[in-house]
C-alpha cells in the first residue's frame, strides 16, 4: 500500500480540541476492528525525551509504550519550550528535521495498516519559517481528520478550517466532534453538532462524521 493511502493527519482547530484525546480513541477503535493502527506525532513541543502526547495516546488504547516508541519513530521531533515547533526549533537551536519525520512516518506506514499522524496546534501552525503545517499535509497529500467540539466558537473556527482544506484541494477523511473535556454548553453543544453534521453531508459527502465519546 503506497504511504499516503494509510496515514492520515489529525488536526484541529485550535491547540484545546482535544486532538490527543482523539487520535488515541480512534486508534483505540480502529484496532478493536482488525485495522492494525499506531499514533505518530509530528511534532512534539514543551517537552523532553519523551512525547506526552504519545503516552497520554497509549493509555487511551489501553497498551504500554510500544517498540516503535521506542524506536522513537512516533516522535521523530522533540523540541523542550511549548510553543509553535518554528519557535520550539529556534530556542533549541536546531532545525526541524521534515526529512527524517518523513521517513520515520514512511517506516511506521509500512508495518502497519494505518498511521494516525497529529499535528500540533491547528493547521496554519508555522513547522518553519517558511512552511506551514496545512503546506506538509497537502504536499504528502495525506487526508484530513480534523477534530472539533461543542463550545462557543467551534463553528466559525471549523468552518475556517474546512474552508482552508477545501480551498486546497485536500481530502478530508473525517469531522470529529469530541466530547471530552465535555464542559461546554449543551444547548450550544447539541446545535453545533447538528449544524455540522448538516455541514459535512452537504459540502463534504465522502467523508465521516464521528462522535468521540468519554471514554
Not at 488515541?24 to 512534539?44: D, S
Not at 493547521?123 to 487526508?143: A, C, N, Q, S
Request: glycine share 10%; hydrophobic share 40%.
Amino acid at each position: 500500500m503506497d504511504m499516503k493511502e494509510n496515514v492520515y493527519f489529525v488536526s484541529g482547530i485550535d491547540t484545546d480540541a482535544g486532538k490527543s484525546y482523539a487520535t488515541g480513541w480512534i486508534a483505540r477503535q480502529w484496532n478493536a476492528a482488525g485495522v492494525k493502527t499506531i499514533t505518530q506525532k509530528l511534532i512534539q513541543t514543551g517537552n523532553t525525551g519523551m512525547s506526552e502526547d504519545i503516552e497520554l495516546h497509549r493509555r487511551i488504547m489501553g497498551c504500554g509504550l510500544l517498540p516503535e516508541d521506542m524506536e522513537g519513530l512516533t516522535m521523530p521531533e522533540i523540541f523542550t519550550y511549548p510553543c509553535s515547533p518554528h519557535l520550539a526549533s529556534e530556542i533549541d537551536g536546531r532545525p526541524v528535521d521534515l526529512a527524517k519525520i518523513g521517513k520515520a512516518t514512511e517506516v511506521l506506514s509500512g508495518r502497519f495498516d494505518a498511521v494516525l499522524l497529529e499535528g500540533a496546534g491547528g493547521l496554519m501552525v508555522p513547522l518553519t519559517r517558511d512552511m506551514l503545517t496545512i503546506d506538509y499535509v497537502r504536499e504528502k497529500g495525506y487526508p484530513v481528520i480534523f477534530v472539533t467540539s461543542g463550545r462557543l466558537g467551534s463553528i466559525n473556527h471549523t468552518l475556517l478550517g474546512l474552508e482552508a482544506i477545501k480551498s486546497r484541494g485536500m481530502t478530508l477523511k473525517a469531522l470529529v466532534f469530541n466530547a471530552f473535556p465535555h464542559e461546554d454548553d449543551e444547548t450550544i453543544s447539541n446545535d453545533t453538532q447538528a449544524y455540522l453534521r448538516e455541514v459535512i453531508a452537504r459540502d463534504f459527502p465522502g467523508a465521516e462524521y464521528i462522535d468521540v465519546p468519554l471514554i
